[in-house]
T-cell receptor, first 114, second 117 residues
Framework: GNSVTQMEGPVTLSEEAFLTINCTYTATGYPSLFWYVQYPGEGLQLLLKATKADDKGSNKGFEATYRKETTSFHLEKGSVQVSDSAVYFCALNFYQGGSEKLVFGKGTKLTVNP | GAVVSQHPSWVICKSGTSVKIECRSLDFQATTMFWYRQFPKQSLMLMATSNEGSKATYEQGVEKDKFLINHASLTLSTLTVTSAHPEDSSFYIC?????????????FGPGTRLTVT
């Protein structure tokens, strides 16, 4: 089946600290991988994605590399800011019944303190 | 651009009543809309996929007679929780896929918190 496992939170960091949120997946076929972010009171927003092995997705200083050999898509940022405080979801997509669907991890809450 | 709204943002209802949640794409037309359910500290679980003008496709284990989905236009989908019970209390999130976007993208609403007493 298809599933996503991401590290349990919450994660609390000081501003300018290095961030890693681990994500591993199980999939049949060759999914695309995504990181979504949910800021307080808002809907999920696509942060970055990678569509094939060894691709690196990047946006707003965040990066994640699609590692097929380790079935991972870890999210990293070199220097976090208070404004990065949010819940981060790792996800993959697959096709079923003629439509494309997303499978999400449980989310990791990040709090960045000044 | 690509904003999705949900209404209401939260609702409290009595057991046995029905509740309707609206999902609107504000600045684009959505061929497909998705409804998710999220329990505390759990991931989003896809409930159903709806295409404009056709019946929704429900995921395994989701009662289609309990969770009625209507996608009457390219900018509006509704989820009605019929005869609600306390176990239906949850966070319901919709997303919309732009029509003819050429790329797979879902834009998410902010969610609706349902509490059934």
């Amino acid at each position: 089946g298809n599933s996503v496992t991401q590290m349990e939170g919450p994660v609390t960091l000081s501003e300018e600290a290095f961030l890693t949120i681990n994500c591993t997946y199980t999939a049949t076929g060759y999914p695309s991988l995504f990181w979504y972010v949910q800021y307080p009171g808002e809907g999920l927003q696509l942060l970055l994605k990678a569509t094939k092995a060894d691709d690196k997705g990047s946006n707003k200083g965040f990066e994640a590399t699609y590692r097929k050999e380790t079935t991972s898509f870890h999210l990293e940022k070199g220097s976090v800011q208070v404004s990065d405080s949010a819940v981060y979801f790792c996800a993959l997509n697959f096709y079923q019944g003629g439509s494309e669907k997303l499978v999400f991890g449980k989310g990791t809450k990040l709090t960045v303190n000044p | 651009g690509a904003v999705v709204s949900q209404h209401p943002s939260w609702v409290i209802c009595k057991s046995g009543t029905s509740v309707k949640i609206e999902c609107r794409s504000l600045d684009f037309q959505a061929t497909t809309m998705f409804w998710y359910r999220q329990f505390p500290k759990q991931s989003l679980m896809l409930m159903a996929t709806s295409n404009e003008g056709s019946k929704a496709t429900y995921e395994q284990g989701v009662e289609k007679d309990k969770f009625l989905i209507n996608h009457a236009s390219l900018t509006l989908s509704t989820l009605t929780v019929t005869s609600a019970h306390p176990e239906d209390s949850s966070f319901y999130i919709c997303s919309a896929e732009p029509r003819d976007s050429g790329l797979y993208e879902q834009y998410f609403g902010p969610g609706t918190r349902l509490t059934v007493t």
